[in-house]
């Protein structure tokens, strides 16, 4: 499966963005797809995901609340719609995707074989 994530910009802390991650190849069923974030200098830390087929979703705890990750599946395409957005989710956003996770590894980038390109996503205070 190829990845392509799209969204991102500028926005006001308070303010909100939409981040979407497009399968091609094959459709998301039976993929856990996640977001990751990474800033300069830092490893690539995990945000959000879901299972695509039970819905199940996972958020980091500094975003429960504020970010929601959602799937659509006439596009097959998962969204990551951001709110209340703060300095500190300034990022490069990815989206991974990968069949066979336990739910443990869930927030471990190493466990995703499919990547998508980087979307920036700048929070200005």
């Known amino acids: 499966v190829q990845l392509q994530a799209s969204g991102g910009g500028l926005a006001q802390a308070g303010g909100s963005l939409r981040v979407s991650c497009a399968a091609s190849?094959?459709?998301?069923?039976?993929?856990?797809v996640g977001w990751f974030r990474q800033t300069p200098g830092e490893e690539r830390e995990f945000v959000a995901a879901?299972?695509?087929?039970?819905?199940?979703?996972y958020y980091k705890d500094s975003v429960k609340g504020r970010f929601t990750i959602s799937r659509d599946s006439a596009k097959s395409t998962v969204h990551l719609q951001m709110n209340s957005l703060r300095s500190e989710d300034t990022a490069v956003y990815y989206c991974?995707?990968?069949?066979?996770?336990?739910?443990?590894?869930?927030?471990?980038?190493?466990?995703?074989?499919?990547w998508g390109q980087g979307t920036l996503v700048t929070v200005s205070s």
């Open positions: 190849g094959r459709t998301f069923s039976g993929y856990t």
């Open positions: 991974a995707a990968d069949q066979r996770i336990i739910q443990s590894s869930i927030p471990t980038a190493g466990s995703y074989d499919y």
């Open positions: 879901i299972k695509w087929n039970s819905r199940t979703t």
